[in-house]
């Protein structure tokens, strides 16, 4: 009887210990797949980011208006990228086209909502002029300083632009795309995909936090410059930009016919449901 009793409780402690170290290991497993974890690295240059935003401090009115709520999503295809803001008061675009040596139909500011739809296309020239603004930022890396977003770990940076705007901003190391940091000039020195950045300005901190990442095949006519049923406008640096036809003047830009996108209605661009990182 006591022999019995002995083995039975042999029995058990066996059983305990088999469940014990099993359940270790994989906790060690565990850790160990979390430190060798690698990079995003977008497959063939192709993904979609989406970012949720949020403003805070301050009135309801004005930035806060406009944009609380908002998605951005950038979607990026080789030497093309798309900017889309979406929000309860606007609806926007920018087209991005990063060939080696293109002049002309560089990038182009297309606002989507409202009764006056309008698309403005920059040149090289025009487009380093629109983004005047970020040169000259100056750019502080803390690596040592990370975060988890979407389950990646981010390293930390302190963006300050030339009118002493500073931005936080958390990328994901390793994982630049050129092309969509020529979209986003502001963000040309990062080492790294930008998934959160904040700044605040008028007493207002406007946050952007990405919510999806993804490698996914993209259309085409994403990238397409829409035409049908928007107003063209003329950049005019420093100032209101006129529209086309308000003007008398020629369009002395530079480039050829070749180089121009073909215009078609807006597509229909999917949207990412927002969640929490």
Sequence with gaps: MVLSTYKQASTYYK???CIFFSFFSFSVCAQLKIKKEKP???TSKEFVISYT?????GSTDGIAETYNGGIKTAFVKNDFVRLR???LMRTQSIFYNNKKGLKKNVAAVVKESGKERSSMILNAKEWKIYNAKNDSSKCEIFKEDTIRILNFLCAKAIITTKDSLKLLVYFLPSSKNKTLNAAEPLFANIPGLIMQ???TKAEKTINY???TLKSAPI???TFIIPSKGFIK???NPGGISKNVVDLNTEDNEEGTEEEEMEPVSVPTVPTEPIKKP
């Design 219 to 221: 259309i085409a006519s």
């Design 53 to 57: 935003i949020s403003v805070t401090g």
């Design 15 to 17: 059983l305990f210990y």
């Design 233 to 235: 406008q003329k950049y």
């Design 197 to 199: 950045y904040s700044y």
């Design 209 to 211: 936090i990405a919510t």
């Design 40 to 42: 995003f690295k977008p």
């Design 85 to 87: 803001l979406v929000s």
